[in-house]
């Protein structure tokens, strides 16, 4: 029996141990030369973490190869050595471009820190086989079943040195503490963790296990003991830049406008204290940027389009915790930049002779950071510069300045305290003040996040205010509930969204529509680990009822099913289906308050998947197919993506979708009356998106990205829509299809001479909207892309030159001279 009970005592020790592994880490007086051969003596005497556990493909398996890492510290910086065992000829060795290692033929090894062992946040720093670096802020709350839940948009500047051995390869990091945020102890205990991806057999391991079962990831980390008496250095670099080119843009109503373009400018990062940051940006200039998937829109919402700019990329998932932050508000297209368009294009007298097309800001800075009781204290600030346009009367030479936006301030602060198991407390203000007294607007935001002792189920609620003043005064306000099951084969989530009339966060946040109440409840059984067929698979069943608000009353009801394999030779697929079982009372597309539209029953399923992206060759699919009770209606959509590596330098990746919607009926116009006219449409949308990239080292690389998207819209028939919102029909008015294209061309040359310095040369092409393309003439889609290339098109070339100085280096070179 005592046997027995020391055998159970000591398989308890080891299952503990595994759950919550600890490593002490050595402090260092001599720097360590970045080499990555591990070859000083120091590297001998650090403790070392082993025995890599399986999060994928098999969870809980040891690795198939061994991996040893130590850490050593000194007054400046983090080490980090590895020794990854492998026979070097099978690592993957492929070239990608910075934080460009997913699904690429590459081998990489990557170190965890939660500074604040707040089981929540934390830094992720990785260097691939080749030494291409990769760096994130990882986010708070997010399930790590598909990998580490990284943003990859923050950038800091550290080293790594990578070399090949005779029985593996080695990597080595220095980290600088100007690079992570921590408080200020005597002694430091951080979470840590440690991860090694094989690509040949799509192998992820991890130091401290990271069970796929559990909701999270940080909070699987492991302990860094033992960091002693670390003083902090002075965190401040300055990022100058300067920006030359030209634009030629082409119009309809007048000859070519050739402008120069000229710029410089600064960043600015200053640690403020041990936890604190301030980020500031002076007359940023965000010209060499990706161009937006522009596409015609016939819904009665606004688009949402993804953020490109590194300042408003990096660092902000403080900000965006209660969703109020749409950084796109922030140096947005001014507000009157279309009325001055079209104010000329229907004058033939008239001439623009200046209507930039985007808001200049005076600057930016965020300050942001955590304290040693895991406060997280947020404040970002923007200052838009007020916008003018020229325009000019042929007949008479008059020039008029006409305001298209106004002097602005955004401002978001934001107080979130981080609780024990992963739960916090948080509270957000975003504000947005405009010269002239037209609207201002201040939106208040209480969310708490609670999460139980064993990590099992979630509560979430959220409370948001909304406060808008100048020409309209009105108020509005957002109310969530929800509980769920976050973690084990069986999940599900109940959830309540409220949303006032009135609720209006759109000066700096995104709300495509207000004035509604939508009911989640979904159930799922998820897979984790492997079976005799599959790595992992799930099923899913979602109902989604959604009422008006004011006045109070039914909308729609839709059934979500979902179905997804991962096969073990490294395929996938998933199985939609969608269900809306009655007529849809639908409130906004009208586009007229207290007016509906019905809207038909219909079904919905498609299938889509990929296969083995370890290969050369690569594809994924999707293919959708659905109808409704009335003839002649089905929507089909078909994409078809495919990627192929020529070499360790070279992949192109080229993607294709094409969806058509016999149709669809909505709003097409008003009638003399002011009454909203309906309309059925066929509807045929054509994207083709080309991408590629051509690394020559691994700081320097050529990218290119080519999108052509086509709309074709003909009105078959049009209705009146009665009180109730059913439709009648009415008599066919010609001229109301359209017909749209566009089409972006950007590439960029880009070469990290330094580290943190950067040159990069950027070229765009692109159609103007003053060129429309006949949908009469040019029917079909190779018609409508040839037509394309023979509108005029705008061009800009520029050239940027951005270099790194830390103040510490400046300092130091100039003691010894």
Not at 200 to 224: A, H, T
Not at 412 to 426: K, M, P
Not at 563 to 569: D, H, L, Q, R
Request: with cysteine; proline share 5%.
């Amino acid at each position: 029996m005592r046997t027995l009970l020391l055998s159970l005592g000591c398989c308890l020790s080891v299952f503990l141990s595994a759950q919550e592994r600890s490593l002490k880490a050595l402090k260092i007086d001599v720097p360590v030369k970045i080499d990555g051969q591990l070859d000083e003596a120091i590297w001998k005497q650090a403790s070392a973490a082993e025995d890599f556990i399986l999060n994928s493909p098999k969870f809980g398996d040891p690795a198939s190869q061994r991996s040893v890492v130590k850490v050593l510290y000194s007054d400046q910086a983090i080490y980090v050595g590895a020794y990854l065992y492998d026979d070097p000829s099978l690592v993957r060795k492929q070239l990608t471009s910075r934080d460009g290692e997913q699904r690429n033929d590459v081998d990489y090894f990557s170190v965890f820190f939660d500074t604040y062992n707040d089981d929540q946040n934390g830094f992720q720093f990785l260097v691939t086989s080749r030494n291409v670096q990769s760096d994130g802020r990882l986010l708070p709350n997010l399930n790590s079943q598909f990998g580490p839940p990284s943003d990859y948009s923050w950038d800091a500047v550290w080293e790594s040195k990578v070399q090949m051995q005779k029985d593996g390869w080695t990597v080595e990091m220095k980290i600088p503490y100007s690079a992570l945020r921590f408080s200020q102890k005597e002694i430091q205990d951080w979470g840590v963790n440690f991860q090694r991806y094989s690509r040949r057999n799509n192998e992820s391991s991890f130091w401290n296990k990271i069970d796929p079962n559990q909701n999270g990831f940080v909070n699987q980390f492991g302990n860094l003991q033992e960091i002693k008496n670390i003083i902090p250095p002075l965190r401040l670099s300055f990022l100058p830049y300067v920006t030359a080119g030209t634009r030629i843009v082409p119009y309809a109503n007048r000859e070519t406008k050739t402008e120069f373009l000229r710029n410089g400018g600064m960043d600015l990062k200053y640690g403020i204290n041990e936890s604190f940051t301030l980020d500031a940006t002076l007359i940023p200039d965000f010209g060499q940027v990706i161009s937006d998937n522009v596409v015609l829109n016939l819904s009665p919402f606004e688009v949402q389009f993804q953020e490109n700019r590194p300042f408003f990329t990096e660092g902000i998932e403080l900000f965006n915790k209660a969703g109020l932050f749409y950084s796109r508000r922030v140096g947005n297209t001014p507000a009157g930049y279309n009325a001055v368009r079209n104010m000329v294009n229907n004058n033939p007298n008239l001439n623009i002779i200046s209507n930039p097309g985007i808001t200049q800001l005076y600057n930016a800075s965020k300050f942001s950071g955590r304290n040693k009781k895991k406060l997280g204290i947020g404040v970002f600030n923007a200052i838009g510069a007020p916008m003018h346009a020229v325009i000019e009367d042929k007949t008479t030479g008059k020039q008029t300045r006409i305001e298209t936006e106004p002097l602005a301030n955004y401002n978001i602060f934001v107080l979130d305290q981080a609780l024990a198991n992963r739960s916090s407390i948080t509270f957000t203000n975003a504000n947005v003040w405009r010269s002239g007294g037209s609207r201002n607007s201040n939106v208040s935001s209480m969310d708490v996040n609670l999460f139980d002792r064993n990590n099992r189920t979630n509560f979430k609620w959220s409370g948001r205010f909304s406060h808008i003043t100048g020409r309209e005064n009105y108020n509005g306000f957002t109310n969530v509930l929800s509980y769920g099951k976050v973690s084990g084969r069986i999940q599900y989530l109940f959830q309540n969204v409220i949303e006032s009339d009135r609720y209006d966060p759109n000066d700096l946040g995104f709300l495509q529509a207000p004035n509604e109440i939508t009911t989640t409840a979904r159930v799922s059984y998820n897979q984790f680990t492997p079976t005799k067929k599959f790595l992992s698979y799930n099923y899913s069943l979602t109902l989604i009822p959604t009422y008006l608000y004011k006045p109070n009353a039914y909308s729609n009801f839709v059934i979500q099913t979902r179905a997804f394999w991962f096969f073990k030779n490294f395929w996938d697929l998933s199985v939609n289906f969608n269900w809306q079982p009655d007529w849809q009372r639908d409130y906004f597309d009208l586009r007229t308050p207290g007016r509906m539209i019905r809207k038909t029953p219909y079904w919905y399923a498609s299938a889509g998947g990929s296969s083995d992206s370890r290969k050369k060759y690569f594809f994924r699919f999707n293919v959708g197919f659905a109808e409704s009770p009335i003839p002649n209606d089905p929507f089909i959509v078909t994409t078809i993506g495919q990627r192929y590596r020529f070499n360790e330098h070279f992949s192109l990746d080229i993607e294709t979708r094409r969806d058509r919607d016999n149709g669809q009926f909505g709003y097409a116009y008003r009638d003399t009356n002011g009454e909203p006219i309906a309309g059925r449409r066929k509807i045929t949308n054509f994207t083709t998106l080309i991408n590629g990239v051509y690394n020559f080292t691994p700081r320097m690389n050529l990218t290119l990205r080519t999108r052509h998207y086509w709309s074709k819209v003909q009105y078959v028939s049009f209705f009146d829509v009665t009180p109730d919102g059913w439709l009648t029909p009415r008599p066919f008015t010609p001229g109301r299809d359209q017909n749209f294209n566009a089409f972006n061309l950007d590439m960029f040359y880009t070469w990290d001479f330094k580290y943190g310095s950067r040159f990069i040369i950027g070229w765009k092409n692109w159609l103007g909207t003053d060129f429309p393309i006949s949908g009469t003439s040019h029917k079909n889609y190779v018609d409508n892309l040839r037509q394309v290339f023979q509108q005029p098109l705008g061009n800009e070339i520029t050239f940027r030159l951005i270099y790194f100085i830390d103040y510490l280096t400046l300092q130091k070179k100039r003691k010894e001279i």
